[in-house]
């Protein structure tokens, strides 16, 4: 038999996991594209658990989390492109049939 009081204590434990989990990924400048696209695959999974025990409530919490995490994965991905693209064409081997050496 479980007692009130310890519920109280695993959710108080589960908050301050969860913050000290995720408190590192809430500054986006910081937060690699890697770990953007592991905490879309975790809320997916998070998602996926609500979804087969018909937690209505967390499937709902990890769909939105999911979507919104995996919205700045792509955003993340495209500005890394876009910064890899841009540093391959400003390299000089782009005009070097022009130069002289």
């Known amino acids: ?3 009130h009081g310890n519920r109280w204590v695993a959710l108080g434990t589960l908050g301050v996991m969860v913050a000290t989990s995720f408190g590192g990924l809430a500054t ?3 937060a690699s594209t890697k770990g953007k696209r592991n905490l879309a695959i975790g809320l997916g999974a998070v998602t996926a658990y609500g979804l ?3 937690k209505r409530s967390l499937a709902i919490a990890g769909g939105l989390g999911t979507a919104y995490a995996y919205s700045r994965y792509r955003k993340s991905k495209k500005n890394d492109d ?3 693209s841009a ?5 000089t081997h782009r005009y070097s049939r022009y130069r002289t050496r």
């Open 87 to 91: 540093s391959y064409w400003s390299r």
């Open 28 to 30: 986006t400048a910081q």
């Open 82 to 84: 876009r910064r890899r």
């Open 1 to 3: 038999m479980v007692k």
């Open 52 to 54: 087969l025990k018909h």
